[in-house]
């Protein structure tokens, strides 16, 4: 973890340790360990994505994804970064669970006002029946890019 990251991490530490209800913070988790993949689904399809990591993630008491929160520092987008953030993006969204990018030149306000706003997201989802993290396999089409 760098220290931009780890600054980061303290700071949702904190955000989430002022919400009401019982929230943790974990930092650089496999998208597999999060998310689950029906059975019935392709298990190549959910490996493309499940073997990534996201920077942070935000569980509620129970241990569910919440939020899912993207470091994006100065060098973030060489390469391929972008495709990548695509497939996590979508991930997380087919899962119910908020996708939250977080700029180097974002304020500690600026921060706080993206988690809320994903915390208030999730609290509208949560309130609609679903599989709790379950994805449906997506599949991007790389000629349309």
């Not at 979508?90 to 974002?106: H, I, N, P, T």
Request: net charge negative.
């Amino acid at each position: 973890m760098t220290p931009a990251e780890y600054g980061l991490f303290r700071q949702v530490k904190h955000w989430a340790q002022a919400q009401t209800e019982r929230l943790h913070v974990f930092p650089q988790v496999a998208i597999a360990e999060l998310l689950k993949c029906p059975q019935t689904e392709d298990q190549e399809a959910f490996w493309s994505f499940g073997c990534k990591r996201t920077d942070l993630v935000v569980t509620d008491q129970s241990g569910h994804a919440v939020i899912a929160v993207e470091y994006q520092g100065r060098q973030h987008f060489a390469g391929n970064a972008t495709e990548r953030d695509q497939i996590k993006r979508l991930a997380f969204e087919r899962a119910g669970v908020q996708w939250l990018q977080v700029f180097s030149d974002d304020t500690v306000e600026d921060r706080a006002k993206k988690l809320d706003a994903a915390w208030a997201a999730y609290a509208v989802l949560a309130a609609a029946p679903a599989a709790a993290n379950t994805v449906e396999i997506i599949t991007l089409d790389r000629t349309s890019a």
